[in-house]
């Protein structure tokens, strides 16, 4: 089993920065992908941007060249840097893992970010 929970979500105004964070435990070496997506209200949930466990990335065209997302092995968190942020990023961000051999998905419970003025 793995378990994730995500932080770093809150009110930010048009153009602000904020740093989400995914804390992982349990059977991470069972994880060969992870990454952030999510939800708007009416909407349905999107990606956001992933990583695999080599490092290789990739972003929903929407946040290319604003969000940046890394990760810290050792501490098996992983993170999602959110710059120049516009209200059509407001949303419910959800950390997700999935599992290299059966390829299971593990989630969060999500963190809210509302950009506003």
């Known amino acids: 089993q793995v378990q994730l929970v995500e932080s770093g979500g809150g009110l930010v105004q048009p153009g602000g920065s904020l740093r989400l964070s995914c804390a992982g435990s349990g059977n991470m070496f069972s994880i060969n992908r992870m990454g952030w997506y999510r939800q708007a209200p009416g909407k349905e949930r999107e990606l956001v941007a992933r990583i695999t466990s080599n490092g290789v990335t990739n972003y929903a065209d929407s946040v290319k060249g604003r969000f940046t997302i890394s990760k810290d092995s050792a501490k098996n968190t992983l993170y999602l840097q959110m710059n120049s942020l516009k209200p059509d990023d407001t949303a419910v961000y959800y950390c997700?893992?999935?599992?290299?051999?059966?390829?299971?998905?593990?989630w969060g419970k999500g963190t809210l970010v509302t950009v506003s003025s």
């Open positions: 997700n893992a999935r599992r290299w051999d059966s390829g299971m998905d593990y």
